[in-house]
């Protein structure tokens, strides 16, 4: 089992940073690094979509076209954390983001929410013009 809580979420202008943080308590005898991780997002009315993945040695990592080059994954296993770095945001990157978990030993990330058996509660972020 795997519990995810996020934070860093807030009210940015256009052009902003905000920096999310998701760290995850395992089961004992379980490490952190089973899990790939994912930030996924999902505005009002859309569908969740992932935004950003990474394997679980951090070596791999994919990202979605809309936040190439804005955002960056990454995490420290040392610590049990994934980190969503987001930087020159824009309103249509508000959204509710969510962390989650899949487990797995490929090296692979995937990017569909039906792969993650786990998921936090999510932090809104919300851009305004």
């Known amino acids: 089992q795997v519990q995810l809580v996020e934070s860093g979420g807030g009210l940015v202008q256009a052009g902003g940073s905000l920096r999310l943080s998701c760290v995850a308590s395992v089961a004992s005898g379980r490490t952190f690094t089973l899990y790939a991780m994912g930030w996924f997002r999902q505005a009002s009315g859309k569908e969740r979509e992932c935004v950003a993945a990474i394997s679980w040695s951090g070596s791999v990592t994919d990202y979605a076209d809309s936040v190439k080059a804005r955002f960056t994954i990454s995490r420290d296993n040392a610590k049990n954390t994934v980190y969503l770095q987001m930087n020159n945001l824009n309103p249509e990157d508000t959204a509710v983001y969510y962390c989650?978990?899949?487990?797995?030993?490929?090296?692979?990330?995937?990017?569909?929410?039906?792969?993650?058996?786990?998921w936090g509660q999510g932090t809104q972020v919300t851009v305004s013009s």
């Open positions: 989650a978990a899949e487990r797995t030993t490929s090296m692979t990330v995937r990017t569909s929410a039906h792969a993650y058996n786990y």
